[in-house]
């Protein structure tokens, strides 16, 4: 297996299909609200996705992202709203009927049955004539590289081994739609980094429309072509996984994808590509290269991730982004250190930096007066 | 070091193993003694195995297969065995039946409505178990609450015997034994998970089809500790046939006590009752194979 992904697919692809204007949807989420009893699981969601498309829905336990993809399978009614899989309304159509096939968390693989048992198990309910289903069994498990452990029964295959074992089981019915919850989660990390390549690989493959529930977020970052971010029953953003880092589009997606600096602040001055403001935390001015079309004197906060903030033991005179303070913690991580600076408000902001230079002598270190300095590019407001 | 930790374990297993001794094996060594002495009129009621004549100085050891010769030639004792098997046979046939539904919504329902439910089951052992086949008497006789029942909405228009009949033993013996098969039945039930059922939907069965392909198989092992339970002791039943069943009934316990304490015949009885045994080793091996499978 290649240590890099086969990511170019995507990019020799003019324009992604999620980017296009008339592009038909494969996948319409319409105003789906799921309540059980009275509390409010999935709150009038609406999504679109599209053919081809390795979708990841992320969030924390208790997001309804599961729930939203236990509608997509069948297993839940929703509420209110509807699914339509290829144009065809779901609403009613039990999971046995649907043109979806399911990879859970658990892996439910059934337990009295041999690892071929169980991926023909699909294709049975089928009819296929026996040859064929041999056939086609053959076929997925030498694709996951299986093919050895036919005979095994689950409780004789490693975790890893399962995991693949029910990732033929949902590919062998051939789906439009292939929905995965957790795929990962209860592998180890190294193989959790392999697997998600392979799963990549697989996708790219068959061509099948993937949606990935995970709470993982460096998981969705590596897998995904968008990434759909759930918070109490709301989508809270879609965007490319780069979009959704870079721009988050709220407090919540800011703070739940990767590490941020928050700064605090007043509207003092706003133009349409440039917005100043005022901000207690730094004692100091923010420039922001884009307009928010907001009232003047609104509050708002101004993201900076911790890579994009210089730091340096020479003073630095500009009017604007930048601040001072003392260092007051340090990680070592090897490929890079990470600096917590107490700014004088008293605030605590992360700062991280790659060790470029093997030389341990000059490195700042506790205490450090250091001077902090970022682009007007690398900030975001976020209103909500 | 390694002798005492041994020791220890050998008298972990001894206490078991002494009380299956001193109550199983060493009572079953006596009535397979007894089963090969003749009847006879005496107390004991059957002949010395060892007897020691002091004028001659012989010490006479006298064994005799006739009793189990006699089994097998008459065809009245092969008759109540096969009887006795066929009638424990249906029993729990019907009790796994009925059992498997009840053991099914008891796993399926609220954690705490199932203490309540199991609760249920087990509660007619609070009653004595003769108390209630007496009970079963009252309710099935000529003028008892069935008759009045169907004479009352009209379904029948004179009383009918069910008490002294096959059905009725049927009815005592699947009453009596439900709950042995509702419990192993529950337990292998909860124990599943139900994300199996939802992946075989997912993967196109219906309903009926995940039942028969992931419920049904999943639930061997309860299905099958279940069916022993309630059919071993079902074979060798003999209060419910003696008091439920007619004078046509034939089951091998009611053969065993009339042996026993009508004839006197104690050798033959214990010859009935070597036999019986031997028959229900049969079950238990299987079981103890498909149990040794399921791990």
Known sequence: MSAFPNTSTVQTQSVPTWRQKDAKPFVQIEQITKQFGQFTAVNSVSLDIYRNELFCLLGGSGSGKSTLLRMLAGFEEPTSGRILIDGVDMTGIPPWERPVNMMFQSYALFPHLSVEANVAFGLKREGLKSAEVNKRVAEILGMVQLGHLAKRKPHMLSGGQRQRVALARSLVKRPKLLLLDEPLGALDKKLREETQFELMRLQDELGITFIVVTHDQEEAMTLATRIGVMNNGDIVQTAEPHEVYEYPQNRFVAEFIGNVNLFDGTVMDEERDSTTIRSSDIDGLLKVDHGISGAPNQNVSVAIRPEKIRISREPIDLAVNATTGVISDVAYMGSQSIFKVRLNSGKEIRITQPNVSREMGNRLTWEDRVFLSWGADSCVVLVA | ?295
Request: net charge neutral; aromatic share 14%; with cysteine.
């Open chain 2, 1 to 295: 070091m390694l002798s005492k930790l041994r020791l220890g374990r050998m008298a972990v297993i001894l206490v078991p193993m002494l009380w299956l001794a001193a109550f199983f094996f060493i009572p079953f060594l006596v009535v397979f003694k007894i089963s090969l002495a003749e009847a006879m009129i005496a107390v004991p009621p059957y002949s010395p195995l060892l007897q020691w004549d002091s004028s001659n100085a012989y010490l006479t050891f006298k064994v005799t297969f006739g009793n189990y010769l006699y089994l097998f030639e008459s065809r009245f004792y092969l008759d109540a065995y096969l009887s006795s098997l066929k009638i424990a046979a249906i029993s729990t046939f019907f009790a796994l039946l009925i059992g498997f539904p009840i053991a099914y919504l008891i796993a399926r329902s609220r954690p705490t409505m199932r203490t309540i439910l199991l609760a249920l089951v087990i509660l007619p052992f609070w009653t004595s178990f003769l108390l209630r086949v007496y009970a079963w008497m009252a309710l099935l006789k000529k003028n008892g609450l069935v008759n009045d029942f169907l004479l009352a909405t009209g379904i029948i228009d004179q009383p009918i015997q069910i008490l002294q009949t096959d059905f009725a033993v049927y009815l005592g013996i699947v009453y009596t034994y439900l709950p042995f098969m509702i419990l192993p039945l529950y337990t292998t039930l909860e124990k599943m998970d139900l994300n199996l059922l939802d992946a075989a939907q997912d993967l196109g069965a219906k309903p009926y089809q995940s039942f028969f392909l992931v419920t049904l198989p999943l639930a061997k092992p309860g299905i099958i500790a279940g069916c022993l339970l309630v059919f071993i002791p079902a074979v060798g039943e003999y209060v419910i046939p003696a008091l439920l069943g007619g004078s046509d009934t034939l089951m091998i316990g009611r053969v065993l006590w009339d042996e026993f304490f009508l004839n006197r015949d104690w050798p033959l009885a214990s010859a009935v009752a070597v036999v019986m045994l031997i028959v229900l080793v049969g079950p238990i091996m299987f079981m103890r194979n498909s149990n040794k499978e399921a791990e």
